[in-house]
């Protein structure tokens, strides 16, 4: 099928996302409310810390108003969640629907296209809580935020495609997780999420321009935060990149699709 195989079955993607996001806040007093509160309570806690306690300033303008730095950071943070909610949770994907997995008919290649949407879904909640914030701060939502779509949906792919890789692999090695873990924190720590590329020393720096999740954060904070269109001749490549990494892991996993049943 055209479009991985997924486009007959977008109506079970629509239910599995809304059912994902139901099930995060299942139980909860404020149910579905934590979507924006979560977000909120996290930018009021780094306006406080950075900006107030240590006075932490963003090279640039806007990165040394009140608040700025906090600004910036948060929104390194919702594009690297994407990426991370998703990868965290493809090892044990498989194996935590394992029911579903166990009927010859369920597309299981829905599910991590599934993860990566319910994140999708909650970063655009977090976008809210970032334009809220511009506005109360007297800051102009520049034009170009209209443009995130575009960073978001690359990074998004990139996600999906390390996810059909992880999800497969999980069900054979089940220690993949643990590893996945330790990863994922480093890659954190070295996307340029809480201290400017610019600032990094040569040695590292040439890896960190390589690194795509943090290309992305980079032009995240360029179209939403400065009125900057993406620079694509530095960022260009990483789209492609995206791509051909979702289609291979999609083609790995429905490979590797036949033999989970006798694992499982």
Same mark, same amino acid.
């Given at each position: 099928? +055209?479009?991985?195989? $997924?486009?007959?079955?977008?109506?079970?993607?629509?239910?599995?996302?809304?059912? %994902?996001?139901?099930?995060?806040?299942?139980?909860?007093?404020?149910?579905?409310?934590?979507?924006?509160?979560?977000?909120?309570?996290?930018?009021?806690? &780094?306006?406080?810390?950075?900006?107030?306690?240590f006075q932490a300033r963003w090279p640039g303008d806007f990165g040394e108003t009140t608040g700025g730095y906090a600004l910036v950071i948060f929104v390194g943070l919702i594009t690297f969640t994407i990426f991370s909610e998703t990868v965290l949770?493809?090892?044990?994907?498989?194996?935590? +629907?394992?029911?579903?997995?166990?009927?010859?008919?369920?597309?299981? %290649?829905?599910?991590?296209?599934?993860?990566?949407?319910?994140? =999708?879904?909650?970063?655009?909640?977090?976008?809210?809580?970032?334009?809220?914030?511009?506005?109360?701060?007297?800051?102009?939502?520049?034009?170009?935020?209209?443009?995130?779509?575009?960073?978001?949906?690359?990074?998004?792919? =990139?996600?999906?495609?390390?996810? &059909?890789?992880?999800?497969?692999?999980?069900?054979?090695?089940?220690?993949?997780?643990?590893?996945?873990?330790?990863?994922?924190?480093?890659?954190?720590?070295?996307?340029?999420?809480? &201290?400017?590329?610019?600032?990094?020393?040569?040695?590292?720096?040439?890896?960190?321009?390589? +690194?795509?999740?943090?290309?992305?954060? #980079? #032009?995240?904070?360029?179209?939403?935060?400065?009125? %900057?269109?993406? $620079?694509?001749?530095?960022?260009?490549?990483? =789209?492609? =990149?995206?791509?051909?990494?979702?289609?291979?892991? &999609?083609?790995?996993?429905?490979?590797?699709?036949?033999?989970?049943?006798?694992?499982?």
């Amino acid at each position: 099928m +055209n479009r991985f195989g $997924l486009c007959a079955h977008r109506q079970l993607i629509g239910q599995l996302v809304r059912r %994902e996001i139901s099930q995060r806040y299942r139980g909860s007093a404020l149910g579905m409310l934590w979507s924006l509160l979560q977000p909120i309570l996290l930018l009021v806690v &780094y306006t406080l810390v950075f900006s107030l306690v240590f006075q932490a300033r963003w090279p640039g303008d806007f990165g040394e108003t009140t608040g700025g730095y906090a600004l910036v950071i948060f929104v390194g943070l919702i594009t690297f969640t994407i990426f991370s909610e998703t990868v965290l949770s493809a090892p044990t994907l498989i194996l935590a +629907n394992r029911n579903l997995a166990k009927r010859s008919l369920f597309p299981l %290649e829905v599910l991590p296209l599934v993860k990566v949407l319910s994140a =999708l879904v909650q970063a655009t909640f977090s976008l809210g809580v970032l334009l809220l914030f511009l506005i109360l701060m007297g800051i102009a939502i520049p034009w170009t935020a209209f443009l995130i779509p575009l960073v978001w949906f690359a990074m998004g792919l =990139l996600a999906l495609g390390v996810a &059909y890789f992880l999800s497969a692999g999980g069900v054979y090695l089940r220690d993949l997780d643990q590893v996945v873990g330790v990863i994922v924190t480093a890659l954190f720590f070295g996307s340029a999420i809480f &201290y400017p590329i610019a600032q990094v020393p040569n040695a590292g720096r040439d890896w960190i321009e390589r +690194n795509p999740t943090a290309v992305l954060i #980079e #032009e995240a904070r360029r179209v939403l935060l400065y009125g %900057e269109f993406p $620079l694509w001749t530095e960022s260009g490549w990483v =789209l492609p =990149l995206a791509l051909l990494f979702s289609w291979t892991g &999609y083609m790995w996993f429905m490979k590797r699709k036949r033999g989970f049943s006798d694992v499982l």
